[in-house]
Structures are given as C-alpha cells and as structure tokens.
C-alpha cells in the first residue's frame, strides 16, 4: 500500500515558477514509478510528466517538456514536479500518482494509487 500527499501549488503569476512535491508512505515506494497528472474544470484528467522507479527515465507531455521537471528522492520517499515559465493554461489541479515497476509511458488507468491533489492558479 502507498500513500501520496500532493504539496506545493498555489497561485503564481504567468512567467513564475512553483515546485511540487508528492511525499509517499509505504517501504517499497522506490518500487514505484511516479506521474503527475492535471486536471483543469470541465476537462479530463491528463498526463503531465513520469519518471522510473530508478529515476533513470522521465517522460513529459508535449504541453510542459522544456517548462517541467520531474525528479525523485527515493531516501526521502518524494517526487518533486518543478513547473518554470506558467502559462494560465496550466492553471489545474494536480495530482501525482504511482504505478508497480512499469514503464514511464504507462496510461493512466494503470496507476495504483492516487494522491488528493493540489490547486496550481496561474494568473495572466
């Protein structure tokens, strides 16, 4: 069993940076790749950004690769999603989310585990 809590978002003007972190429980979290997903009101949760159990493998979506990173800490049992030059469009909320072993190209209904999420504002 893995627990994920989302932390980090708020409001930040457009152009302006934010880090989020997701900090999980459970001893075999380092087992676990880790996503970000986003969703806006009215609209489908997508894909943001993933990264390997080992953090040798990060997959982005075509909408934040070269704005987004995504790292890992496996002694700190964290994965931070770093978000330089917002858009008002990324305003969402996001949520991390974690799948056994498996590829950074997993779909989303192959996570496991679901954090509660956190509000990102960006404002024009």
């Known amino acids: 069993q893995v627990q994920l809590v989302e932390s980090g978002g708020g409001l930040v003007e457009a152009g302006g940076s934010l880090r989020l972190s997701c900090a999980a429980s459970?001893?075999?979290?380092?087992?676990?790749?880790t996503g970000w997903f986003r969703q806006a009101p009215g609209k489908e949760r997508e894909f943001v950004a993933a990264i390997s159990w080992s953090g040798g493998s990060t997959y982005y979506s075509t909408s934040v690769k070269g704005r987004f990173t995504i790292s890992r800490d496996n002694a700190k049992n964290t994965v931070y999603l770093q978000m330089n030059s917002l858009k008002p469009e990324d305003t969402a909320v996001y949520y991390c989310?974690?799948?056994?072993?498996?590829?950074?190209?997993?779909?989303?209904?192959?996570?496991?585990?679901w954090g509660q999420g956190t509000q990102v504002t960006v404002s024009s």
């Open positions: 459970g001893r075999t979290f380092s087992s676990y790749a």
């Open positions: 989310a974690a799948t056994y072993g498996g590829s950074v190209t997993r779909p989303r209904s192959e996570y496991d585990y």
